[in-house]
């Protein structure tokens, strides 16, 4: 066990080396490619698939001068494949959004396209038409089946549909965001804030920049409790490469809907894994140094991501959140939010007997 660990931790650090350090101090990563064989690349390129960074990953060791030739053409193979996967995606993508725009139903995609030029295993999506007329579309347009809601799904207003010929399942979060479905005054700025954005040249909306930050907020300090690598260069990506980040209103709608602490030490995260690998971390306003609980030394490798402890920080931000959420007034949010931690205990004992806690979540 301690053995696999070990070597999780190296692939995981080779992976961060990889995506974010100057190409200069890119040898040892480098070296550790050519030394495995080919049942260790294929578990390398699993993990690397795992945090959505194929493309990212493999591009510096298709490239490399000092890697092996069948080290090359390996990663080559893997970039194609994975460019060909992404290019069906788009397709489908691109069709959906625009029919549902065409019926009425605004949306905007989150996430999966903020891993440009990689891509995640589904397609994200937020409206705020009603859960009715999305069905109606996704199921005459698409031939869409809609795949089983758990209490989780029903609770947050989820949906997912397999549709034929997308191997990726699409989420569509309907008029509400966070793990209960506990944002709405924060959702609808999902679509009343939204830009296009252009990839191969195809449009789409997406949210603003800083509602991206948000959405990944509301993800990683909220939900999961870990990071992908891909939501740290995501992240920087935005703060540093997209026109204007705005950090006082960022600052606001987060402080308004209870989650200023987390977003901050979520991006302080980002900054202290960027500086760590890269030499050079964001700059971030004064204010949120200070806010944030704690940074990205508290975040270590264990079971394939980088964790955020539930104790105690992770509490500790459920609870600010909940606080910040009564205090306001909002009753319903207040409620909903309340039922996470039954929800969680569920889940863990469905895990616990079944290996699994999809019916949960």
């Not at 990953?57 to 194609?80: E, G, K, Q, R, Y």
């Not at 700025?189 to 789409?204: A, L, Q």
């Not at 606080?323 to 319903?332: E, K, L, N, S, Y």
């Not at 929800?343 to 616990?352: D, E, F, P």
Request: neutral net charge.
């Amino acid at each position: 066990m301690a053995q696999t660990i070990a070597r999780e931790q190296e692939f995981l650090n080779a992976i961060c080396q990889l995506t974010m350090a100057p190409h200069s101090q890119l040898g040892p990563a480098i070296n550790l490619v050519n030394s495995l064989s080919m049942e260790e690349r294929e578990e390398l390129l699993t993990l690397a698939n795992s945090h959505h960074v194929i493309i990212r990953a493999l591009t510096p060791v298709s490239d490399a001068p000092a890697a092996m030739h069948d080290v090359t053409v390996w990663a080559s193979n893997a970039i194609a494949s994975e460019q060909a996967r992404i290019a069906n995606a788009l397709t489908h993508l691109e069709r959906i959004c625009q029919e549902l725009e065409r019926a009425g139903c605004q949306t905007t995609v989150m996430k999966t396209l903020d891993h440009w030029p990689d891509m995640g295993n589904d397609c994200d999506l937020y409206s705020t038409a009603n859960e009715a007329e999305i069905c109606r579309v996704m199921t005459k347009s698409f031939n869409a089946q809609i795949e089983p809601r758990s209490w989780g799904d029903r609770l947050a207003h989820k949906w997912n549909f397999a549709v034929p010929g997308l191997p990726e399942a699409v989420e569509v979060h309907v008029q509400r965001l966070g793990q209960t479905g506990e944002h709405t005054d924060l959702a609808r700025r999902f679509v009343t804030h939204r830009v296009s954005k252009t990839i191969t040249g195809k449009t789409f909306w997406v949210p603003a920049p800083e509602e991206r930050i948000v959405v990944a907020t509301l993800q990683r300090m909220y939900r999961h409790f870990y990071f992908r690598v891909c939501d740290i260069l995501n992240s920087a990506a935005i703060v540093e490469n997209e026109p204007g980040v705005d950090f006082k209103e960022l600052q606001r709608i987060s402080d308004y809907a209870g989650i200023w602490p987390g977003l901050a030490t979520y991006l302080v995260i980002v900054s202290d894994k960027m500086k760590f690998y890269r030499g050079r971390g964001l700059e971030l306003p004064r204010n949120m140094l200070d806010t944030a609980s704690f940074g990205g030394a508290e975040v270590k490798v264990n079971a394939s991501f980088l964790r955020v402890p539930i104790k105690p920080h992770g509490m500790k931000l459920y609870m600010q959140q909940i606080t910040q959420t009564a205090f306001r007034g909002d009753v319903p949010a207040t409620f909903r939010l309340s039922l996470l931690p039954p929800l969680a205990s569920a889940a863990a004992i469905a895990y616990r007997l079944t290996g699994s806690d999809k019916g949960i979540w």
